[in-house]
DNA sequence: GCACTTGACGAGAACGATTATCATTACTAC
DNA sequence: GTAGTAATGATAATCGTTCTCGTCAAGTGC
């Protein structure tokens, strides 16, 4: 009786399965609406986030400053991702080696309670092969 | 006469000076205000972004998505940052490890014209002990 | 110093992504 | 089936940031 399964929430996991790609809860949205599905804008950016929160969707944030979200395929907790500026395709990365270093830089300064992130972005072999 | 020197441009630059943390326009805009600078919201904005175009000043996203500058003591190209969560108090942060092993990650997926962001964020010294 | 050109300023409107409201809907447990 | 309540969605609101455009003043040539 806590996380009900809605019409709603099915759908966006569809959608979110079908295009594996990094998109905007806009962009969700209006792929879902052009599909067919009824559902509020709303409802795209709450249960975005709460999958987010979950773990099972991933967000980062584009140069612009707008969330970009998709489905997590990571095993593990913490990853990064490199992914392509153009379609939004995306590989999951583990760095331990920057993890340590992070620690190590941050320990070497003072500072405690060290958190970090970090997003690669690159042009994928396919939007390459097309020019862009 | 492409860049003018202004009375604001000036007192931005001060201010910058003063205080060395990462602050958002506003809150360079109040402060300043509250020092009695006369001097509009706008114009904070639009020399902050030239500054950190010029590369003089540096702007880095916090969690919440909005944009704080510092005056950047960096004296190459391309740098990262180790900053205070609490105070903004930050160290500049050189990382020749990383930016290999991104190029390398880059590659081995297929991607190209690799770029990428990393923020180190943590409690300063300083901070810490003030119980923050 | 003085007039001129035009970059820069700033008050306020506009923008746009995201969040809050709150009446209504529809899962779920029993 | 029904009650209880999590979830939805149309809409308004929030808020950081950008745009407008009339006004101002820094730099320039004399
Ligand atoms: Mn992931
Ligand atoms: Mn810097
Ligand atoms: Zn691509
Ligand atoms: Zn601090």
Same mark, same amino acid.
């Given at each position: $009786? =806590?996380?009900?399964?809605?019409?709603?929430? #099915?759908?966006? &996991?569809?959608?979110? =399965?079908?295009?594996?790609?990094?998109?905007?809860?806009?962009?969700?949205?209006?792929?879902?609406?052009?599909?067919?599905?009824?559902?509020? &804008?709303? #409802? %795209?950016?709450?249960?975005?986030?709460? $999958? /987010?929160?979950?773990?099972?969707?991933?967000?980062?944030?584009?140069?612009?400053?707008? %969330?970009?979200? @998709?489905?997590?395929?990571? =095993?593990?907790?913490?990853?990064?991702? &490199? @992914?392509?500026?153009?379609?939004?395709?995306?590989?999951?990365?583990?760095?331990?080696?920057?993890?340590?270093?992070? /620690?190590?830089?941050?320990?070497?300064?003072?500072?405690?309670?060290?958190?970090?992130? $970090?997003? &690669? #972005?690159? #042009?994928?072999?396919?939007?390459? /092969?097309?020019?862009?």
């Amino acid at each position: $009786m =806590t996380v009900r399964t809605t019409r709603q929430r #099915t759908a966006i &996991l569809d959608a979110l =399965t079908e295009a594996d790609e990094f998109r905007s809860a806009q962009q969700w949205h209006e792929a879902m609406s052009r599909g067919g599905d009824r559902i509020g &804008l709303a #409802t %795209v950016y709450r249960n975005l986030q709460s $999958m /987010a929160e979950a773990g099972a969707v991933d967000a980062v944030r584009d140069e612009d400053g707008e %969330v970009l979200y @998709r489905l997590c395929h990571a =095993t593990g907790e913490h990853h990064h991702h &490199l @992914r392509c500026r153009h379609c939004g395709a995306a590989v999951e990365i583990e760095g331990p080696a920057v993890e340590s270093w992070a /620690a190590k830089i941050g320990a070497e300064n003072g500072f405690t309670n060290i958190d970090h992130t $970090m997003e &690669l #972005t690159g #042009t994928c072999s396919a939007c390459a /092969a097309k020019g862009l």
